[in-house]
């Protein structure tokens, strides 16, 4: 089955403690990305990947790290992480042709930063 | 850049129709998305309009004015699983990235009532 996994898809921590939400598909799309969701903001991209190995800020990436070292991976990393952060966390995917890339989005992490 | 307008909330009958608008400034244009999103839960693909016109895809269409940076979904027969968010999704060609980057709208969030 085609899909987007993330883990944990539930997080309570501290500010300060540095944590990994992991992100996988299954679909061997070039294009992955994380998106943040607050109440009345929308979805706001922190980082994407056109590929492995290349990755570029979003709209929103200060706070967060990622890396792309396959293609099936992208890991947003939270060096130390403050309450503003407090969040709810997509990765999605997409093929990187033009006319196809409708994204496909994992099913989120609720992330509490105390 | 981009900007992209969508109301913030809009309540319907059941069995009514309702029609949520969607207005963008963007260069680049690339394609135009709505995806549907229940309360915790991953957005999920609706439809995508690249050209003017008018989408149907069973209760739901979408339309698209390219020269009005202007798109509507319109959904029909509203039954009660419709109550969601509904997202704006505007694709944008990025020359230095070589690729598309999608920004998103706040979202329209949809009651559906007896």
């Known amino acids: 089955e085609a899909q987007v996994t993330q883990n944990p898809r539930y997080l309570i921590t501290v500010t300060g403690k540095k944590l990994t939400v992991t992100c996988s598909q299954n679909?061997?799309?070039?294009?992955m990305s994380w998106y943040r969701q607050d109440p009345g903001l929308g979805l706001r991209q922190i980082y994407y990947s056109m590929n492995v190995e290349v990755t570029d800020k979003g709209d929103v990436p200060e706070g967060y790290k990622v890396s792309r070292k396959e293609k099936r991976n992208f890991p947003l990393i939270l060096e130390s992480p403050s309450p503003n952060q407090t969040s709810l966390y997509f990765c999605a995917s997409s093929s990187r042709s033009i006319e196809a890339d409708t994204q496909y989005f994992g099913p989120g992490t609720r992330l509490t930063v105390l | 850049g981009q900007n992209i307008d969508q109301p913030t909330e809009m309540t319907a009958t059941e069995g009514a129709i309702v029609q949520i608008n969607c207005t963008y400034q963007t260069s680049g244009f690339n394609g135009l998305f709505w995806y549907q999103q229940h309360a915790g839960e991953a957005p999920t693909f609706l439809s995508y309009?690249?050209?003017?016109g008018l989408e149907e895809k069973g209760r739901f269409s979408s339309f698209l004015s390219r020269s009005k940076g202007y798109s509507y979904l319109l959904l029909k027969e509203l039954q009660m699983k419709d109550s969601a968010s509904y997202l704006c999704a505007v694709r944008e060609w990025e020359i230095k990235a070589a690729g598309n980057k999608l920004t998103f709208g706040g979202g329209t969030r949809v009651l559906v009532k007896p």
């Open positions: 309009n690249v050209l003017d």
């Open positions: 679909m061997n799309h070039e294009y």
